[in-house]
Every structure is written in structure tokens, then in C-alpha cells.
């Protein structure tokens, strides 16, 4: 399958200093696909070079196939994107805003902007300035421009800054369905990793202008893949004495609980042999994702910058 | 081209969905109808006009003068005078006072009007970053340099549309209070040190024009200096500086020669076309249109090159 995008070797250096180095990845039709890294990472810095806005030093974006280089309006044409904040004229009202943007790109009738209006539930909003507006519904008009075109990649930088809860999980419903149901390919960048993780097929963390790493989000474990069980239980040692009676494991002890690492079937056969031998469980915890572990791995180290 | 209009359509909706920019025209239309009272109330203009036997009241107001002038020494109408003089001996009927008169006064407020121009030129660029609506206008599949030329076009068809509302506010205006003469009248003038008869809508659009050459130049320079620094007060505060202080630079530098390669002793064109002199000895109206004509080049190639081809980094 051809990526939707394309990033190859890209670099950036303002003046002697390399910003991005070596970033190459790539991103599908239909996926949602996340770019993490803590502030100042140079998240921002790529999508500016993605979206045309910042001279790319060397390497290049694709889009659909064609280069943001050689062929600016041939690739730009198939991406909608926020870059920053959602940015509008604040002394125009929501649908002079969106007939703005409209006017220039092609065939883009007042039909289709009332459909993506009533896609971000702003119906009731469009004869308001934009002045007006609190952050979700700014936020929300970011992405209503962005939709105008039907774009097969949409690039939205930080779309759940300032969100409340409910927002951040309209959002999240938004570009679910977007990615499902239209095929679009998106790109989610963010600082926190808890806030996009639940809408990524996968996340691509940076750190510094590099690559770090580029995973997977499992949403539920598969069966046969070992994960770490922590219990609190008492007694601790007879606990400890009855897990490995009955199944072939390496039990740690730490203070007043136990770790070990089992596939997930067999998490019910520990706690049920545990309540058989009169053991007290009190807790049993399934410790998070390598995902996590990897982000707070990279940010952990400049948690104070 | 279909994509061009539709960049100039939103640019004027971005114009004018300012108050800002309606309060331009309301200042103007306030200015003119300030002036056509005063004039019509407390003015010693003329709407009535001469009867049948003018030479003998031009005769008579002479001799008037003549008296008053000997009678007091502040009372000074040699002017007046000469002007009746210059109707007699050429015969020529003086013609009242009327809206194009009026209108032709109006040619003072060029300065008013540059003023207008500099920060809406100044805001068209500057705006777009200030807002941050740069980077939604920069990721369209259009070229920079159409949008930039969208820009500049903006604020020409702005000027003309100023240009146009004044003159006819002002016609409008002065028809009803002083009525209108004709379509072609004429009227008597200080020219040089000569008293002529010229046509008033050709005199009218002569001023105009000139006023229109500094108008399109300093609006070209705040344009650039939006582009450059991408802030409109710095725009706006550096042009105006520059508007002030640019003729006397000039004559702090008159002494040297290449003071007459700047930008400030060549922009009025005026004492090239009636009375006055050119701020520096042997100046040539070709010599003045090419310094401004590289000018405004500049101006405008180093605006562009700003525009399209700078990155948009963040704040």
C-alpha cells in the first residue's frame, strides 16, 4: 500500500544548528497515526515542514506520492492541517471564516461547508464572531477548515490543547471516525502521551529532532503475551509458597506484595489458588504498557526543562 | 485567474469586515462636510456670480481694495487685484463659486489619505501573522506570490476606491450647497508668477494624480516594511517617521550631491508642474520619475522576496 505520507531522511538546521535529524517514517491510509515527544522536541518544527511552511534543509515529504518540494500545490492539495493553535480572523463570524478557506480551493460548495459545520456541531455557533469563541469551539473550527477539501491526510498539531475531558474525547470520536469510516490518514502530535494514546494505531515518540522509537498501541493484550502481575496479598510468603506450587514461575517479593510475569490467562488461576490456600488478596494490578515505559524512559530525562 | 479574484474577494471581505476601514471613509466624509459648512456659512465665496455688466463690478471691487489697501497697511489684495486685472484684460467672465471649486480644495487631504493607505497597507501583511492566519493562508494550493500580488492589488483598488468616494462625496456635496456650473468650467490661477485660465476638472485630476504618485509610493514602502518585519506598528511608525522627517533630511543633505538620489527629493512632484522649485538645484522631472520608479521596484521585489520566500517559524 502507498503511504498516505512519507517522511524521508528529513532534516532541518537553522544556522549551525540541527533542529531535526534523520527523520524517516511513514503513514497509511485509514490509521491515526501519533507524534509524541516532550515540548520542544521539534514536533512543531516537522509539521511546519510537512505542511510547506518551513524549508526543508534535505531529504522530503511525500504526499501521496508527490514530493512537498518539487510539487508544492500537487501535494498540498490532499492535506488539511492545524499548525499551532487554530487560528481564525476573530472580527469574522464562523461561516465567513470557513467561506474564507473555502474560496481558496476548488469546487468547495456552501453544501459541504454546512456538512463539515454539522460533522464539528457548530450549527448554532456560525453567526458568531469568532472573537467570541472559547477554545473548544476554536479548536473545533480548526478542524472544520481543515475538513473542507476532503483531505486524505489531516494534520492536526496538539488538537486537544485547552480541551476539557469531554472535549478531548469528542475529538477523539471525530477522528476515530474520520480514519474508520473516510479512510483519512492523521497525524496527532502532543506532548502527553495519556491524552492521544487511546486514538493512535501507533505513536512515534521524538526526542531532540530524532527518531526514538516507533510502536504499536495494543489496545487489549493478546492472550498469549506475558504481562506484569503485581499483587498485594498476606501473608506474603505463604502467597508466594502457593504461586509457585502450582505454576512454573519466578515470584519477586517486594515488601508486602509480589511480581511476576505471566500471560494473561493465567492472572484468574493465581488469584483462584491464592483464595483456595485462605491467602488475603487485596489488589491485583497488570503494570502499564512498553509504551509508556519508553516515553517516560525519553521525557523522564528532561522532565525539568 | 477564476483563483485570483477569488483571493482578491477576500481580501476586500477581510477589508471591510473592519470597522476600522469604514471609519476611514466616515473621517473623510466628516472632513469634506466640516469644510463645506464653514465655507458655506462663514466663507466670502462667491455663488451668485457677476451680472451682465461684470467689468463694471470687477471695476468697482478694484478700486475698493485699492481704497482699503491705502487706508490700512495690514489689508493686503494685490492678489484680488491682479486677479480682477487678469479677468479684464483677457475678458473673461468670472464664474461663481460651485461644487467644482469646492472639490478642487480637496487635494489636501492627500496627506490624510496616505495616512489611511500606510496602515492599511501595513496591516494586510502584518495582520495575517499577528492573527496567526498565515500558516491556514500559506498551506493552500496556491503560490505565495499570487497571494502576496493579491495583497498589493488590494490596496490599489482600496486607494482608488478612497479616491473615487472623496471626489464624489465632495461633488455631491458641493452641488447642493454652492450648485454646479456646467461640466467643463474654468477657473483663474497663480501659475508661476503668471495668472492663467485653466480648466478646473483638469486641474482637478492634474492634483489628484500627484497626490496619488506619494500615495502609491508610501504605501509601497509600509507595505515592504510589513513584509520585512511583519509588524504593522513598526510598519505604520516607521513610514510615517519617514513621512515627517524625510524633507528635512533631505535639506540637512542638500549640500551634497547624491541627496538627490533619495527617495524624499523626488517624491513631489508638484514644482515640476507649477509654481515652487525642486527641493534641489537642476533636478529634471525624467530625473525624479526614475529615482522613484527604482524605488518603487525595490520596494516592491524586496516585499515579495520577504513574502514568499521566508519561513513562517513560530512566536
Redesign the interface.
Known amino acids: 500500500m502507498q503511504p498516505a505520507m512519507e517522511l524521508v531522511n528529513l532534516y532541518k538546521s537553522i544556522g549551525k544548528k540541527q533542529i531535526i535529524k534523520n527523520l524517516s517514517f511513514s503513514i497509511y491510509p485509514g490509521e491515526v497515526f501519533g507524534f509524541l515527544g516532550p515540548n520542544g522536541a521539534g514536533k ?1 518544527t516537522t509539521i ?1 515542514m510537512m ?5 526543508i534543509t534535505s531529504g522530503d515529504v511525500k504526499i501521496n506520492g508527490t514530493s512537498v518540494k518539487n510539487d ?3 501535494a ?2 490532499h ?1 488539511g ?1 492545524i ?3 487554530p ?6 463570524n464562523g461561516w ?1 471564516n470557513l ?3 473555502a ?4 469546487g468547495i460548495t456552501d453544501e459541504r461547508i454546512r456538512e463539515v459545520v454539522s460533522l464539528v456541531g457548530l450549527e448554532k455557533a456560525m453567526k458568531e464572531k469568532v472573537g467570541k469563541y472559547s477554545l473548544g469551539m476554536r479548536q473545533r473550527m480548526g478542524i472544520a ?1 481543515a475538513l473542507l477539501h476532503r483531505p486524505s491526510v489531516l494534520i492536526l498539531d496538539e488538537p486537544t490543547n485547552g480541551l476539557d475531558p469531554a472535549g478531548i474525547r469528542e475529538i477523539r470520536q471525530y477522528i476515530r471516525r474520520l480514519a474508520e469510516q473516510e479512510q483519512v490518514a492523521v497525524i496527532v502530535s502532543s506532548h502527553l502521551l495519556s491524552e492521544i494514546e487511546l486514538m493512535c494505531d501507533r505513536i512515534s515518540i521524538i526526542k531532540n529532532g530524532e527518531l526514538v522509537t516507533v510502536e504499536e498501541v495494543q489496545n487489549s493484550t493478546e492472550k498469549d503475551e506475558r504481562v506484569e502481575v503485581w499483587l498485594e496479598v498476606e501473608p506474603v510468603d505463604k502467597a508466594k509458597a502457593v504461586i509457585e506450587k502450582h505454576h512454573e514461575l519466578e515470584v519477586v517479593v517486594h515488601h508486602d506484595k509480589l511480581s511476576m510475569s505471566v500471560t494473561k490467562e493465567t492472572i484468574p488461576e493465581i488469584v483462584k489458588g491464592l483464595v483456595q490456600d485462605q491467602v488475603n488478596v487485596y489488589e491485583v494490578t497488570t503494570k502499564s504498557s512498553s509504551l509508556e515505559d519508553k516515553f517516560f524512559d525519553v521525557i523522564g530525562e528532561n522532565t525539568i526543562a | 485567474m477564476l ?1 485570483f479574484l ?2 482578491l ?2 481580501e476586500q ?2 477589508l471591510y ?2 470597522f476600522s476601514t469604514w471609519s476611514m471613509y466616515i473621517i473623510l466624509a466628516s472632513i469634506i462636510i466640516l469644510a463645506g459648512m464653514i465655507t458655506a456659512i462663514f466663507g466670502d465665496v462667491d455663488t451668485e456670480g457677476y451680472g451682465n455688466d461684470w467689468r463694471a463690478e470687477l471695476q468697482a471691487e478694484n478700486e475698493q481694495l485699492q481704497a482699503e489697501m491705502e487706508e490700512s497697511e495690514f489689508a493686503i489684495h494685490e492678489n484680488s487685484i491682479n486677479k480682477n486685472n487678469y479677468y479684464l484684460e483677457q475678458d473673461i467672465k468670472p464664474q461663481p463659486y460651485d461644487a467644482w471649486a469646492f472639490t478642487s480644495e480637496f487635494s489636501m487631504l492627500g496627506f490624510m489619505l496616505s495616512l489611511f493607505m500606510v496602515i492599511i497597507a501595513s496591516g494586510l501583511i502584518a495582520g495575517e501573522f499577528r ?3 498565515i ?9 505565495r506570490t499570487k497571494i502576496w500580488l493579491s495583497k498589493y492589488i488590494t490596496i490599489m483598488i482600496t486607494t482608488l476606491s478612497m479616491f473615487v468616494f472623496m471626489f464624489l462625496f465632495a461633488m455631491i456635496l458641493g452641488s447642493l450647497l454652492f450648485g454646479i456650473n456646467g461640466l467643463s468650467p474654468s477657473m483663474v490661477q497663480l501659475s508661476g508668477n503668471e495668472w492663467e485660465q485653466v480648466n478646473i476638472v483638469k486641474e482637478i485630476l492634474s492634483q489628484y494624480g500627484l497626490i496619488l504618485v506619494e500615495l502609491v509610493i508610501m504605501a509601497t514602502l509600509a507595505f515592504m516594511i510589513s513584509s520585512l518585519f511583519r509588524n504593522s506598528a513598526m510598519a505604520i511608525g516607521l513610514t510615517i517617521f519617514l513621512m515627517f522627517a524625510g524633507a528635512s533630511v533631505v535639506i540637512y543633505l542638500s549640500e551634497y550631491d547624491w541627496a538627490k538620489f533619495i527617495l524624499f527629493a523626488n517624491i513631489d512632484l508638484q514644482p515640476y508642474f507649477g509654481p515652487g522649485q525642486p527641493m534641489i538645484e537642476g533636478m529634471t522631472l525624467t530625473f525624479s520619475v526614475i529615482v522613484l520608479l527604482t524605488y518603487y521596484v525595490v520596494f516592491l521585489l524586496a516585499s515579495w522576496f520577504a513574502f514568499t520566500k521566508r ?4 512566536h
Not at chain 1, 51 to 55: E, I
Not at chain 1, 87 to 92: A, D, R
Not at chain 1, 103 to 106: G, I, T, V
Open positions: 512543531t511546519r505542511v510547506g511552511l518551513m524549508k508544492f500545490k500537487g498540498i492539495q492535506v492541517a499548525v499551532e493553535n487560528e481564525m480572523y476573530p472580527f469574522m465567513k467561506k474564507h478557506y474560496r481558496m480551493m476548488n477548515q | 483563483n477569488s483571493l474577494k477576500n471581505v477581510k469586515s473592519r492573527w496567526g492566519t500558516k491556514l493562508l500559506f498551506i493552500r494550493p496556491i503560490s519561513d513562517v517559524a513560530g
